[in-house]
Nanobody
Framework: QVQVVESGGGLVQAGGSLRLSCTVS????????TGWFRQAPGKEREIVAA????????YYADSVKGRFTISSHTTKMIEYLQMNNLKPEDTAVYYC??????????????????WGQGTQVTVSS
């Protein structure tokens, strides 16, 4: 059974940084694309960043370009979302999602097969 687990959320002041981690365990497939989504109170879930299985293709929402970076540990077992220059509007529950794939990245939540439980990120002004 595939499990996706996020960690690294917390409370930070505006301008600060956080790094979220995501582990995908129990999988039998070796290639998977990863996406980071977030959902703020009263808002729909939105894509933040996504990467192809090999990390060669990445996508960032306009709202986080230049501030967030998606990457993988060299063993491809852990995915990261480095978040710099955080703003109060970045406050949300952040979710990691995985999809068995040998292709590119995916930006729609319905395209992903496996989801983590979410980690809260709160940015104070």
């Amino acid at each position: 059974q595939v499990q996706v687990v996020e960690s690294g959320g917390g409370l930070v002041q505006a301008g600060g940084s956080l790094r979220l981690s995501c582990t995908v365990s129990g999988r039998t497939f070796t290639s998977y694309a990863t996406g980071w989504f977030r959902q703020a109170p009263g808002k729909e879930r939105e894509i933040v960043a996504a990467t192809s299985w090999d990390g060669r293709s990445t996508y960032y929402a306009d709202s986080v370009k230049g501030r967030f970076t998606i990457s993988s540990h060299t063993t491809k077992m852990i995915e990261y979302l480095q978040m710099n220059n955080l703003k109060p509007e970045d406050t949300a529950v952040y979710y990691c999602a995985a999809k068995q794939s040998g292709g590119g990245y995916y930006t729609s939540d319905y395209e992903y097969d496996y989801w983590g439980q979410g980690t809260q990120v709160t940015v104070s002004s």
